[in-house]
């Protein structure tokens, strides 16, 4: 029976579960250069919607993830002190 979804292949889900925490690293480092133009919580938007369509491609592995790297991304690179997994304040 037929549900309707296919879920996807294990070579495929891999290539989404590698390339989704890859990409969570290279998109905090693209945001580098705006950080002094808004605070961090604007940045969660590109990480959800990179989590979402890997979540969408890669199945929910994949998301899990892309979703852990994102948030350690996102500490890592846009929250002050920088380069460090701490956050400075609570605000």
């Not at 037929?2 to 890859?22: K, M, Q, R, T, V």
């Not at 580098?32 to 890669?58: K, Q, Y």
């Not at 899990?64 to 994102?70: G, H, K, P, Y």
Request: proline residues 4%; without cysteine.
């Amino acid at each position: 029976m037929d549900s309707g979804w296919n879920a996807p292949d294990e070579d495929e889900s891999l290539i989404y579960l590698a390339g989704g925490g890859i990409g969570a690293i290279f998109l905090g480092m693209a945001l580098v250069p705006l950080r002094d133009f808004t605070s961090a919580s604007n940045f969660a938007f590109p990480f959800m919607a990179l989590t979402i369509a890997v979540a969408e491609f890669g199945g929910r592995r994949s998301a899990l993830v892309t979703a852990l790297v994102s948030a350690l991304s996102w500490d890592f690179f846009l929250t002050q002190p920088y380069l460090r997994l701490t956050i400075a304040g609570k605000h």
